[in-house]
């Protein structure tokens, strides 16, 4: 079997997975899509996938976030890595910084580069890709040579670009946090260091219902580590919840606080897995 993530290669997803153990030692496989890579799980094309799920500067993924939501119950986060992310410029070997004419990358890449985008090269366009690997790929392959990508700095050695600025990302302790997902099953065993991700549907979506959720889980002292609202769509106002705890599913705190919120609400497990692995302490470059 083999593990999928959001490509092309060169992509931060792609770092991340070197970090997942469950993918260690198997084949890897890049989707050009966070829809992709998931649906090839929930088919069994794939043992599971590595996605982005939230970054410290521009926030939740909702690619990600809304399959997660949308497949509850076919779906599990069975662990989550954080890597940093740092953001060079670049284009073909001969271009130069005042010829660019257009910026490519991810939507997350050019929130975070966008005051840098604005002041050193302002009568640039920024165009959406799927990723930023993808946006390096695109510059290399295009016979556009007023065209630059803001990706990791090994995208432009992988596909033979030049940098033409390094860190011009917001923050240099940027960070994006990734799930691995697999189908829905048994957890692994507890740690003591776990974390549970629910989806949590009101059947009355009256006032206080939030309030009630929170109060069941502050009563058993069960940490809530981070919260989501995800639409259900129609009537407008109604949502799922996703709420990630620090406890494991089969905790006696965090099973009886579901038990009781299951008598009001519809609440479905995706997954419990232990608590984030960061890399921010390596030597070796990691944003691939």
Request: with cysteine; hydrophobic share 45%.
């Amino acid at each position: 079997m083999s593990f999928g993530y959001l490509g092309p290669r060169g992509t931060f997803t792609e770092s991340a997975l070197r970090l997942v153990p469950a993918a260690s030692g198997l084949p890897s496989v890049p989707y050009p899509t966070v829809t992709a890579a998931l649906a090839a799980v929930r088919s069994g094309d794939i043992t599971g996938a590595v996605v982005p799920l939230e970054n410290s500067v521009s926030g939740t993924v909702p690619a990600t976030l809304g399959e997660l939501v949308s497949h509850a119950g076919r779906l599990a986060i069975d662990a989550e890595v954080e890597v940093p992310v740092v953001f060079a410029l670049m284009a073909k070997p001969g271009t130069a910084l005042g010829d660019i004419k257009r910026v490519l990358s991810h939507p997350h890449a050019l929130h975070q580069c966008r005051r840098w985008i604005a002041r050193h090269i302002p009568q640039a366009e920024v165009v959406v890709s799927s990723s930023t690997a993808a946006a390096a790929q695109h510059v290399a392959e295009s016979g556009a040579v007023w065209d630059a990508a803001a990706a990791a700095p090994e995208a432009a050695r992988r596909y033979g670009l030049k940098v033409l600025a390094a860190g011009i990302g917001e923050r240099n302790d940027a960070a994006t946090r990734f799930v691995s997902v697999r189908r829905a099953g048994p957890p692994p065993g507890l740690t003591g260091r776990d974390r549970s991700t629910l989806v949590v549907t009101a059947d009355d979506a009256g006032p206080g219902t939030l309030a009630s959720v929170l109060s069941e889980l502050a009563e058993r002292n069960v940490n809530l580590a981070w919260i989501q609202a995800w639409p259900l769509g129609s009537p407008r106002g109604r949502y799922s919840f996703v709420l990630e705890v620090d406890r494991h599913i089969e905790e006696a705190q965090l099973s009886e606080a579901v038990a009781v919120l299951r008598r009001r609400a519809t609440v479905v497990s995706l997954g419990s897995y232990p608590r984030i692995v960061r890399a921010f302490n390596s030597t070796k470059e990691v944003a691939a």
